[in-house]
């Protein structure tokens, strides 16, 4: 099973990028489809990208074009660069083993997650 930490989040203003990382123990990391989740405030979790291990990747409408996922499995890492934040991209980030069904779904360990806070 994928153990992940997350680190990398942040204070940054409008239209400025952040470079969050998720480290992940487990020997089954390069065969694992990982997903970036994001929980705002009185908010659920919501997904915001997955990439396969074929680095086939989805996308949130919400961040499609600003935010752009990757994994380099040499190292157990996936990584979710952030472009252009707004606001409303505030929250708390998450990584996370998935699968997809008829929907997404997280199946691995909840990590501790990594602020991103983005001022106005």
Known sequence: ???PVESGGGLVQAGGSLRLSCAASGSRFSVTTMGWY???PGKERELVAAISSSSITYYANSVKG???ISRDNAKNTAYLQMNSLKPE???VYYCNAVKYSTMWYPVGSWGQGTQVTVSS
């Open 1 to 3: 099973q994928v153990q």
């Open 89 to 91: 991209d505030t929250a």
């Open 38 to 40: 994001r929980q705002a």
């Open 66 to 68: 600003r935010f752009t």
